[in-house]
């Protein structure tokens, strides 16, 4: 069974995503932010990240950039799923080792395809 992490501050969105994803049989693992994400990453890898970029403490960005250097190896896929709309938002998520972007609000049928899309 694959394993999704969660990292965003909005304890309902996590929550709604978190459904979402146990409604297809995934493993969650809930982070309120970009450090407690990459201590609990430490611990135990995930098969992908769902993570927001507006965040205290470490923000999606450097969590992106972190993880994407820390575990090159692994290939972790990572959805950015934030507010932050604007096409230049987008390109910077990307670079920083997006593989996929969702700006909020967002349809779950659309955070589920490519949830799918990316797992390996």
Not at 4 to 23: C, F, G, K
Not at 69 to 91: G, L, Y
């Amino acid at each position: 069974m694959s394993t999704v992490m969660i990292v965003d501050d909005s304890p309902t969105l996590r929550a709604m995503i978190a459904e979402a994803l146990v409604n297809e049989g995934l493993q969650i693992v809930e982070a309120c932010d970009g450090l407690d994400a990459k201590e609990k990453i430490q611990l135990r890898c995930p098969d992908l990240v769902i993570m927001d970029i507006v965040m205290p403490r470490m923000n999606g960005y450097e969590l992106c950039r972190w993880l994407k250097n820390e575990f090159a190896d692994q290939r972790i896929p990572v959805i950015m799923c934030t507010t932050k709309s604007e096409e230049f938002d987008r390109h910077w998520g990307m670079k920083q080792g997006g593989d996929a972007y969702i700006t909020k609000p967002f349809e779950p049928a659309e955070l589920m395809a490519k949830v799918r899309e990316l797992l390996p």
